[in-house]
């Protein structure tokens, strides 16, 4: 299929868990808006949740070749992508620059730091009370969640939005070798098709989103997904990615959060 033959909204995808290394998502604090208030869900629960990329096909700056950053261009300079700032007058929220990064610590063993056995080490929001914030403008928001510690990151859910995924009946050579495609079509709260994409069905991934009834889905323009010229899919390997996402939430160009799944399968 030609790139004229592609519409609007059909992009390419990926689907993984968020520990999967071209990621490294697996201590992000995640959140759940829900009418009772915001639940932090325990990242030891989260550390294998589902992820759905969505990665345009059509932006400003992206070629033939994926995307190309303006010469000389400061990242101040870099252009605005209106399909990521579109998505977040719908209430998805941009992934800070140093998100990839941020990580929860690990809990020290009971022989660290003159640690006894059946020491009660402190919860997650225990931590969250207990560290303070870098001073910031009182009324800023901390990727969605006010007054947090700056080392951490919160993934919250994007109430309106969801996540549709349906069989793909479409005839395809790929009929023949006994593979199965799926049909995401990630949509925002008015029901109109935020970005569409075929990847092949998992019944892991497609049993752990419906376990959660939530998936993480990522937004942008570089998410690890579209290998550079001169190199194949195969070489293309988790840690240049994982690089490239890096480098596309440091360019502000990636968007995402927490989507309720819905299966049609």
């Not at 995808?13 to 520990?19: A, V």
């Not at 009772?36 to 949740?49: E, V």
């Not at 990630?186 to 752990?208: K, N, Q």
């Not at 376990?211 to 190199?231: D, N």
Request: net charge negative.
């Amino acid at each position: 299929m030609s790139r004229r033959q592609f519409e609007e909204v059909d992009d390419h995808g990926k689907i993984l868990f968020s520990d999967d290394p071209s990621l490294r998502l697996k201590g992000v604090l995640m959140g759940l808006e829900t009418a009772g208030g915001t639940i932090t869900l325990d990242p030891a629960q989260t550390r294998h949740m589902p992820v759905a990329l969505f990665e345009f096909r059509h932006a400003l700056g992206v070629g033939d070749f994926g995307y190309v950053v303006p010469k000389g261009a400061s990242l101040d300079g870099i252009p605005q992508e209106p399909r990521i700032e579109g998505a977040i007058l719908f209430g998805m929220r941009r992934l800070p620059p140093e998100f990839p990064d941020l990580r929860l610590p690990d809990p020290p063993r009971s022989d660290d730091d003159g640690g006894r056995p059946g020491t009660k080490w402190p919860t997650v929001l225990d931590e969250l009370c207990m560290l303070e914030a870098l001073r910031r403008d009182p009324d800023e928001v901390y990727f969605g969640m006010r007054g947090s510690p700056p080392a951490y990151a919160n993934l919250r859910s994007i109430p309106g939005w969801e996540l549709h995924e349906m069989p793909d009946d479409r005839p395809g050579p790929w009929q023949d070798f006994g593979y199965t495609y799926s049909r995401l079509e990630l949509r925002t709260p008015d029901g109109e098709i935020y970005s569409r994409t075929w990847v092949p069905h998992d019944p892991e991934w497609a049993a752990a989103a419906q376990c959660h009834e939530y998936v993480v889905c990522l937004c942008g323009v570089k998410l690890g997904i579209r290998f550079p010229y001169g190199m194949t899919d195969a070489q293309y390997t988790p840690g240049m990615r994982h690089e490239s996402f890096r480098r596309g939430c440091a360019l502000g160009l990636t968007a995402g959060g927490l989507v309720a799944y819905i299966d049609h399968r």
